[in-house]
């Protein structure tokens, strides 16, 4: 916990997930607890809670993956050729005006309700312990 918010971790376990816009370009990425059901219909920004943005009906993909469990590899890691062909056509998935250097748009990420909300509930049950 911080007095800056940009400072402040997220509590839980949690999922990212990848929306896409309808051309099926790459447009934006919510973090949620992981037992959220992957689709969140919106998402909130992470240090700005006024503002959000309306995601039902995108097309969306898991990002994070498990790849160790009670102590044994689930599978076999990609070598360094395949994850570099994987990152090239990934890269080629983002709209344009965020892999250009000049001006580039900031992808937009954020938070689901249900973990802002926890977030902003644990927040402040700590402050209140503390004064008190």
């Known amino acids: 916990l911080s007095e800056n918010r940009a400072k402040t971790n997220f509590p839980g376990c949690k999922q990212v997930t990848r929306f896409r816009d309808r051309e099926g370009h790459f447009f934006a990425d919510a973090v949620h607890l ?4 992957a689709g969140v219909p919106r998402m909130t920004h992470p240090f700005e809670p006024a503002k959000q943005l309306d995601l039902a009906g995108f097309p969306h993909e898991p ?3 498990p790849v160790w469990r009670d102590g044994g590899v689930l599978e076999t890691p990609p070598g360094v050729r395949e994850s570099a ?3 090239r056509r ?3 998935e983002l709209p344009p005006e965020h892999r250009r250097f000049e001006n580039p748009h900031v992808y937009k990420v954020g938070l689901s309700e249900q973990l802002h909300t926890l977030r902003e509930k644990l927040t402040d049950e ?6 008190s």
């Open 90 to 92: 990934r890269l080629a």
């Open 126 to 131: 700590y402050k209140k312990g503390i004064m």
């Open 85 to 87: 062909d994987y990152a």
């Open 63 to 65: 990002l994070l993956h």
């Open 34 to 37: 992981e037992e959220e059901e």
